[in-house]
Every structure is written in C-alpha cells, then in structure tokens.
C-alpha cells in the first residue's frame, strides 16, 4: 500500500485565493482526520471523518474552511478566501477504528501551504 | 475529558546514553496510549501503543514505553540514543469508545528530542 497521499505537497498562494488540498487515505480505513500544524499552536484536529461522515468539525477555524469526503477514498480540504495566517503544514491521517482496539493512525506526508 | 500533556519542549542527550521522554494523561477509564514519531519534512510515524495487558510496550526502531497507571503516565525510553533518533516526539492519547470516548485521540505539543554526537 503506497500509505496516505496528500496533494499537493507544497502551495504558495496570495491572499484572497482559493486552496484545495487533497488526500487519499489507506484502502480499507474507514476514519480519515484533517490536522494543520504551526511552531505557534502544535498539531491541531480540524475535522474527522467516520464512514465519509464528519463526526467532529469543531477544529476548524472559521467559515473559510470547508472539508468534505465524497467517497472512502477521497477527501479535501479547501479554504476561501486564503489568509496569511493559514500558512501551515496540512495532514491528513486515516485509521480503520474499531470499538475495542486502540487503532493506529497513518499520516500523510503533509502539505506545506504558504499564503502571502 | 480526556488530555495529555508533555512537560520538556526540548530533551537532550548524548548518543549512546539512554533517553526518556515523559508523557502523563488524563482521562476517564483505562486509556489507549500512544507515540509517534515526526522527522523533518515529513508526517508524524506510529511508534508503539499501549492498548491492554503488559506495561511494558515495545516498538520500532528499540524503543519502548512504560504504561504507569498510579502516575498516569506513559513515558518513551530508549536504552542507546542514536543521532539518528533526532526528532520531533508526539504523546497522544484515546479514552476507549466503550467509555464514551470518541475515536479522536489527543496530542501533546510534542518534544523535540536532540541527540549529540
């Protein structure tokens, strides 16, 4: 399995802009997360999915964010309009949770967004 | 509610010599404890949980955790650093969905593990 795939891995974009990130996450698992992480705040959750349901958004910042999961294996993240203060590193993780097991999650190799 | 926390932003320690890294949690019931592991550049890797049975975890690359139920708390040691073990430590934890948690775990800030020559 080629693990969780995020696209793109790098984006530089002016304020105002539009950003879509994308995410494939590992054949079979049916929990995808969104994560961004800055030095300021530390990796932050800013939505799951379950079974291509979001569970839990209250992470995400604001209106601007969006999140959805058409399928099992396709996720975005998108972002309109695009501030400065959303430059961060993006991660998408995925995990098949069960209700007894404590499951592992897979993270993808992330997306460096930079927003000038 | 379920938290953790990781009190060292930063852990030292020269190559050879054993290292710890401290995790401590809270949650209601018996938790589901984790490590990974973040190089540079890259996501964060799965090293080793603690789900049930033995305190004693083992995981990748030797190294090991200790799940401390009194102390609440779930500490990384490894016996011989390596330089190439050099990284960014993530403690995260889980209260079990038959407890009432959710399958969203929580992560602590992260210590940044410098191992010198």
């Known amino acids: 399995d080629a693990g969780v795939i995020q696209s793109p891995r790098h984006e530089v974009t002016e304020m105002g802009q539009e950003v879509t990130l994308r995410c494939k996450p590992i054949?079979?698992?049916?929990?995808l997360f969104w994560y961004r992480q800055t030095m300021m705040r530390g990796l932050e959750l800013l939505i799951y999915f379950n079974n291509n349901v979001p569970i839990d958004d209250s992470g995400m910042p604001e209106d601007r964010f969006s999140a959805k999961m058409p399928n099992a294996s396709f996720s975005t993240l998108k972002i309109q309009p695009s501030e400065p203060r959303d430059s961060a590193v993006y991660f998408c993780?995925?995990?098949?949770?069960?209700?007894?097991?404590?499951?592992?999650?897979?993270f993808g190799p992330g997306t460096r967004l930079l927003v000038l | 509610a379920q938290s953790v926390a990781q009190p060292e932003d930063q852990v030292n320690v020269a190559e050879g010599n054993p290292l710890t890294v401290k995790c401590t949690y809270s949650v209601s019931g018996n938790p589901y404890l984790f490590w990974y592991v973040q190089y540079p550049n890259r996501g964060l890797q799965f090293l080793l949980k603690?789900?049930?049975?033995?305190?004693l975890v083992k995981g990748s690359y030797g190294f090991e955790a200790e799940f401390n139920k009194s102390q609440t708390s779930f500490h990384l040691k490894k016996p011989s650093a390596l330089v190439s073990d050099s990284a960014l430590y993530f403690c995260a934890v889980r209260e079990p969905s038959s407890s009432g948690g959710s399958y969203i775990p929580t992560f602590g800030r992260g210590t940044s593990l410098i191992v010198h020559p």
């Open positions: 054949s079979g698992h049916n929990s």
């Open positions: 993780a995925s995990s098949l949770s069960t209700a007894h097991k404590g499951e592992t999650q897979y």
């Open positions: 603690y789900i049930t049975g033995d305190n």
